[in-house]
């Protein structure tokens, strides 16, 4: 597991057995860090190729690791306890709208490299940042 994921996994700060929502699943590596720290996981996958890439990496895992072929955008997100996200910084406002408008209000949202422009983060490891946003931000 590389720095960077470990410490994503490390800020969101969840006990076995609850949940953490990877928007842009990729090839499955977080789910599967996530799964090994005795998560569950649910990606967001908009790529059907790497939706299948992650689907193989991560069949192992069985009920553990439930990967969503779609639009994290358009489609409502499940109950989880924290979300993971990696995205380009000119997507962080419309991210931070998301999440006002699903009211995912005092979840740890941790970001790779990216931070959002009128929230400090609450705490960084090795470029990885934890928010949490309220219903005042």
Known sequence: MNKQVEAA?????LKPGQTLL???SGDGRVLIAAAQAG????GYELNPV?????????????????????????NEWP????VYVFLLPRLMPKLEQKIKN????????????????KIKPLNDIDG??????????
């Open 22 to 24: 990877e928007l842009g």
């Open 102 to 117: 699903e009211s995912f209000f005092n979840t740890p949202i941790i970001s790779f490299a990216f931070k959002f422009n």
């Open 9 to 13: 996994i490390k800020l969101a700060n």
């Open 79 to 82: 109950k989880c306890d924290a």
């Open 50 to 74: 790497l939706f299948f890439i992650s689907w193989l990496r991560t069949r192992r895992y069985g009920k553990q690791i439930k990967i969503e072929l779609g639009n994290f955008w358009t």
């Open 128 to 137: 990885v940042f934890l928010y949490q946003l309220n219903d005042k931000d």
């Open 39 to 42: 998560l569950n996981a649910v």
